[in-house]
């Protein structure tokens, strides 16, 4: 039996209900560890995610002594053993491997590869639109061309939408710029555009008479006041 | 050449770009209203007391065979839509007796200009060529 498949169809069972707050500390341990398998799975019971590191003995070295190094490292990593680890869940499959099973919410913590398949088909409608609308006057009323720099700035600030926020609809707009629209209703919509200047322009409709528009800058991470309003326009 | 805009009046701006309206609900997205960089107006058509078909004409004759694109549709409003938000609909009557344009877009301000952008879409009703016609 494969013993990657044996554990992934059975121990989501024997994870307990112990959440793993600190989650990045632990996966920093366990990358330090250079685990041979891992994997990504969503538990279908409740909608969490579980990642599950597969240790498996060194040449020389028994699961229980590498099992002891992950605890003495954890104790002595610099943020303090994360919560609850010391309940690091394994079920003892075969005499060589165990697998240690961490649970979080997916909603906190961003994964490269979910969010490059969340993110695909988005970047590809940038694409897509950039290509189509590079040169000037593409709408017949003058707009002016998506250039690169709009292509690129869109595509980073999709990289760093919360996995919260829906994913939008992409169009251009006669000033050469990239709109993300978040839309319930004509007269219920959010737009955040940018322009290849570090800069996110925003505006949104919340019902007739109610409105917000602004801009924000492009830091590292997605500009809180226009995660702010998205959020707004999809509250009940 | 008609006399200066009636608030009643209904305008209609011609689409010729896909990304300019929703095919999911038949409505008018904000950038079909959004003038091009350095510029504080948009073009529009008046439509008042003339036949469905002579709406379409004007759109095909006037706007999409002069820029060599296919009308796919029209965009319509009521004067007051645009007044209400501190624009002005100006008689403009080149290439067209009908021709105005909806005027006093912030030029120097693009957030606004799109949030002005959001409120005439939000009003406006599409039609498109293949349903209309």
């Known amino acids: ?236 | 050449m008609l006399e200066s805009v009636n608030p009643e009046e209904p305008l209609s701006r011609y689409i010729l770009k896909k990304a300019y309206y929703r095919p999911s609900d038949n409505t008018v997205k904000p950038n079909a209203f959004m003038p091009p960089s350095g510029k504080d107006d948009v073009s529009v058509y008046r439509t008042v007391s003339l036949s469905n078909e002579d709406i379409w004409q004007i759109g095909m004759t006037y706007v999409a065979q002069k820029r060599g694109m296919p009308l796919l549709g029209r965009a319509e409003l009521i004067a007051c839509d645009a007044i209400a938000q501190g624009l002005s609909v100006k008689p403009d009557p080149v290439p067209h007796p009908r021709h105005a344009n909806i005027s006093g877009f912030p030029i120097d301000n693009s957030a606004k200009t799109r949030m002005i952008a959001l409120e005439l879409a939000a009003r406006a009703t599409l039609h498109l060529l293949k349903i209309d016609s």
């Open chain 1, 1 to 236: 039996m494969n013993l990657y498949n044996y554990i992934k169809s059975t121990s989501l069972h024997d994870v307990t209900s112990t959440t793993f707050e600190e989650y990045h500390a632990a996966t920093v341990c366990l990358q330090d560890l250079n685990p041979r398998q891992r994997g990504f799975f969503l538990d279908p019971t409740n909608g969490l995610r579980l990642e599950i590191n597969i240790l498996q003995a060194e040449h020389g070295s028994s699961i229980r002594q590498e099992l002891s190094a992950i605890n003495d490292l954890l104790s002595n990593y610099r943020y303090g053993a994360p919560k609850g680890l010391g309940k690091i869940a394994f079920s003892q499959t075969t005499a060589d491997a165990i697998p240690i099973i961490f649970r979080y919410d997916s909603s906190n913590i961003p994964d490269p590869l979910l969010e490059h398949r969340r993110f695909a088909g988005l970047i590809s409608a940038v694409d897509e639109l950039s290509m189509e609308n590079s040169l000037p006057n593409w709408d017949g009323y003058e707009a002016k061309p998506i250039l690169r720099s709009v292509r690129d700035e869109a595509v980073r600030l999709i990289k760093m939408l919360p996995s919260d926020i829906p994913l939008p609809e992409v169009s251009p707009e006669p000033l050469g710029t990239i709109a993300f629209e978040w839309y319930k209703a004509k007269d219920n919509l959010f737009i955040a555009s940018v322009s290849g200047k570090g800069i996110v322009e925003y505006a949104g409709l919340y019902g007739i008479g109610n409105k917000d528009y602004g801009t924000a800058r492009i830091e590292n991470t997605f500009p809180k006041i226009v995660s702010y309003h998205i959020r707004r326009l999809f509250e009940d």
